[in-house]
């Protein structure tokens, strides 16, 4: 009987030590997520910024892209400007072609303005344009500028 009774106690002693480490390791697994979950968002910001400010070829994509979008304003601008010289002395049929020409080029360059705002107003975008640019193009101002 002293056997049976002595295997009866290491088996629970067995039983005992495997739910210890089921628990440990289930809390364990629990303290990991939760310290992951927690901070999701600082790395988050982590790996974003990684992308951006440590990778040079998205430094000078966003650099050259503003210079793009500026450019581009500034040359829709001319544009119009050269259709409305145009249109004061063009003949009537003309005079239509150009409206339409008018209506479509302010549109388009109202998009490119607002295009350009939009990424200058982003933050990870905004720290790689060039000085010399203006920080927003005004819709109703004719007379972009885009270097000195």
């Given at each position: 009987?002293?056997?049976?009774?002595?295997?009866?106690?290491?088996?629970?002693?067995?039983?005992?030590?495997?739910?210890?480490l089921v628990t440990v390791g289930l809390i364990i697994t629990l303290v990991i997520g939760g310290i992951s979950w927690l901070t999701a968002p600082f790395r988050g910001e982590v790996d974003e910024r990684a992308r951006t400010d440590g990778s040079g070829a998205f430094r000078i994509a966003t650099y050259e892209e503003f210079f793009g979008l500026c450019s581009t304003v500034q040359s829709k601008e001319e544009t119009i400007k050269?259709?409305?010289?145009?249109?004061?002395?063009?003949?009537?049929?003309?005079?239509?072609?150009?409206?339409?020409s008018l209506t479509a080029l302010k549109s388009?360059?109202?998009e490119?303005?607002?295009?350009?705002?939009?990424?200058?107003a982003q933050e990870h975008r905004s720290a790689f344009?060039?000085?010399?640019?203006?920080?927003?193009?005004?819709?109703?101002?004719?007379?972009?500028?885009?270097?000195?």
């Open positions: 009987m002293g056997t049976t009774r002595e295997e009866v106690k290491a088996g629970f002693w067995v039983i005992g030590g495997i739910a210890a050269a259709l409305e010289e145009e249109d004061k002395t063009a003949s009537e049929s003309r005079r239509a072609q150009i409206s339409v388009s360059r109202i490119a303005v607002n295009e350009y705002n939009a990424k200058a344009k060039d000085e010399d640019l203006p920080p927003r193009l005004d819709v109703n101002d004719m007379s972009t500028t885009c270097a000195p």
